[in-house]
């Protein structure tokens, strides 16, 4: 196992709480049974980056690993992470989530399959934001019942607030970039920060060190690695987004270019291409009918235009900043060793 | 100002709460600001009817009112009732809540007013999920925060976190029977009583208590009245939508109609009317194009079939139920007597 590997750990502490829901939701009605189902399916697969990345400010700050607590706490984030997965695909209406139908699309199919008279689509909607809801109050529930002493969960709690408005903000902002279409480099990265980097990476990191009672120090470097890592990470996920293999990414090719996701490469490539170009890619953008033969096209563009290797060229610069503040970082050996994992893990181009 | 009267402080403290937030979320973007008068609006209207009962469950079980901490704890069921509703709103597409557009109509007017070029209703309702989800956490942390001593908090966060639970799964049976079609007056009554009863009295009448570290025999007490006045309330509320004066209920004529509600007004119509009636309101209910004609004609079959009778009667019946149980209540003559009010108020003919 490599050293960053609490994989194992994280979800037995997940799975647990989330069985110890179980017979709770049954007793209220069997009909219940379908939700459960649509939420394990989910929690099934995933990189379980933002519990790691807790745990590892647990130990960078010098917290202890006594197998309790901690291990909660930290998969707590797992539960933030499956209720905002969800909204976020029926905000999106994505078909698709980690190589399995969303759960929106599940709940669909199941009344659909069933034969039920009412309209199928909206009760999955409804059912999926019921679902992202129960899973966000899940969240603090195992949060708070995590077992860590009072006195720590109290220093630990105005992150873990914080890290819930600054990715709703960050997504509603994220949205409104959509809507008002063509829009600057920096406004792309603004999203980028508060909807992924902080929440992914530099908050999680924060929460962990906050938990284990760390100094401000420590703090602050855990912050300066996670923030530019965040945005690597991000950035690595825009480029999969257009260019990854779907095998990898579970998502159908060029998937974020039908969605029009006004990501840092396309404000970039917009800013880069030539009319023709930048006319091409605002024409396709966010066509839901877009086929491979348009993939191509717009990742032509893409590449030609320099986007993406403007795009790369900050991934590589936020990756060395991280990686700069991570070695001047005041932290024990070991949890320096799991982030420099956890940073290639987050940002290699094949994921 | 009446006995049961703490409007004005559960409107400070949750009032106030909101002022708290809003540089932190203004820090972020200005572009936030819209989301945040969106949250005013909503939060202008309500009667408050969760927190009342939080405060006088506190209250019944001894609890002293210093005017700090219960206040908090108490208006933060707000919070929790704002993303249900918000929520709500987007699963039933509801245009209006408390006499005002609702949530996502008022972001995806404003989306279309800027004349921006993305579509504005997708916006709108993704602003709004993300808004309600705002909300939720938001609940959390005021909870959490709201000064309460931690052993007596320790002692109220199982209720609370079983509330939200609770709800979130009351309003998927909701959405399950509506899909379903056609159900059992039985199953209609489970709704009310997870969507409704329990959340809106039952909880928070025993959040309170416990938080007031109540003994087993008051919140045994508190909740065989909360649950029947609970039931009457939300059956009030069904008759309301179907027969209620607009302007008091802030939602046009027949709007649960219209949006196909399978209450139990409609249960118990569909298993007294004739086959003709019955048939009339299997084929109009849910219809959006229903117009007051055609809401008139199905008040008739309700009214003639019995259907209005029988739900009268369960009103007037679990109403009886609750008042006997608080006349029983090992509780403090003030809160009697506000307990006694509220009840009045919450199952009234026109609210």
């Known amino acids: 196992m490599v050293k960053s590997g609490v994989r194992k750990e994280i979800d037995e502490a997940l799975l647990g709480f989330v069985d110890r829901q179980r017979p709770g939701l049954l007793s209220i009605g069997a009909d219940l049974a379908p939700l459960l189902a649509a939420l394990d399916a989910l929690l099934s697969g995933g990189k379980r980056l933002r519990p790691a990345f807790c745990y590892w400010g647990w ?3 010098g917290g202890v690993d006594d ?3 901690i291990l909660d706490a930290a998969a707590s984030l797992e539960l933030l992470q499956a209720s905002a997965l969800v909204h976020d695909d029926v905000m999106d209406s994505s078909d698709t989530r980690r190589g399995q139908p969303s759960v929106h699309r599940r709940l669909e199919a199941m009344a659909r399959d069933a034969g039920w008279p009412g309209a199928a689509a909206p009760f999955g909607e409804g059912a999926a934001v019921l679902l992202g809801d129960l899973c966000l109050s899940w969240s603090g529930e195992m949060f708070e019942r995590s077992g860590l002493e009072p006195g720590l969960l109290a220093l630990g709690r105005p992150v873990y607030d914080l890290m819930r408005t600054e990715v709703m903000c960050g997504q509603y902002l994220d949205l409104l970039e959509g ?9 792309a990265l603004r999203v980028v920060e508060y909807k992924s980097a902080k929440y992914t990476i530099e908050r999680p990191l924060h929460l962990g060190a906050a938990l284990a009672g760390a100094g401000a120090g420590v703090v602050e470097a855990l ?4 923030l ?3 945005i690597a990470f991000q950035l690595r996920d825009d480029v999969l987004g257009v260019f990854g293999d779907p095998a990898a990414t579970g998502k159908p090719a060029g998937d974020d270019l039908r969605e029009g996701k006004r990501t840092v490469l396309v404000a970039l490539t917009l800013e880069r291409a030539d009319a023709a170009g930048a006319a091409l890619l605002e ?8 086929d491979a033969a348009g993939v191509a096209e717009l990742r032509e563009v893409i590449a030609d235009s320099g986007g993406l290797a403007g795009c790369e060229a900050m991934i590589e610069r936020y990756t060395a900043q991280a990686a700069a503040a991570l070695a001047a970082a005041p932290i024990a050996a070991d949890a320096r060793g799991a982030l420099e994992e956890l940073a290639v ?3 290699a181009r094949l994921s």
């Open 228 to 230: 530019p890592l965040g």
């Open 223 to 226: 912050r300066a690695y996670g």
């Open 179 to 187: 809507v008002r279409g063509r829009g600057t480099v920096e406004a």
């Open 283 to 290: 024409r396709r953008l966010g066509d839901p009918g877009l």
């Open 67 to 69: 197998g309790a607590g």
């Open 345 to 347: 893990a987050a940002t």
């Open 59 to 61: 130990r960078a700050a």
